[in-house]
């Protein structure tokens, strides 16, 4: 369901804004207990000194990029490296290992939901590469983190 919103595009209604807010709020908790960095996007005002891991995002859009995302940043330097050897139109390996990097650690985030309990895809968006989009969290009947009680 969307709500029609007069200055911009359709947002998800707030009932399902709601629901999407307690998500990240359960997903952000159960990541920091697996032992993730993990933070609201936003939160570190400066991407430049922010350390590297990974970042929500709530996108109350209702469209096909609407919803919660996941999006793993590596470490400052690493980031800058890449930015240099882009401006630079090298081939350099840092380019390529920072593409492997993006795709093991989603790869590895998404089978770290599933064993959490939550239903979760990578993006298939040429807007958010890499990233993760978190479709529902563990059922009523679900306990969380099915492999260890304490998560």
């Known amino acids: 369901m969307s709500q029609v919103n007069e200055s911009g595009p359709e947002t998800f209604d707030p009932v399902e804004i709601d629901r999407l807010r307690r998500l990240a709020v359960a997903v952000k908790v159960h990541l920091s207990r697996s032992g993730l960095v993990v933070r609201d996007a936003g939160a570190e005002p400066d991407r430049r000194t922010a350390p590297g ?52 650690t989603a790869e590895a985030i998404v089978c770290m939901l599933d064993v959490l309990g939550y239903e979760a895809e ?30």
Do not use: Y
Not at 74 to 94: I, N, Y
Not at 97 to 102: F, L, M, T
Not at 130 to 148: E, H, K, Q, S, W
């Open 53 to 104: 891991g990974l970042v929500i995002d709530l996108d109350p859009v209702d469209d096909e990029a609407g919803g919660l995302w996941l999006t793993w940043e590596l470490h400052p330097a690493v980031r800058q490296s890449v930015r240099e050897a882009v401006q630079r139109r090298t081939g350099e390996a840092v380019i390529q290992a920072s593409v492997d990097v993006h795709e093991r």
């Open 122 to 151: 990578r993006s298939d968006a040429s807007h958010r590469p890499f990233a993760i989009r978190v479709l529902t969290g563990p059922g009523p009947g679900d306990t969380v983190g099915r492999r260890d009680p304490a998560l």
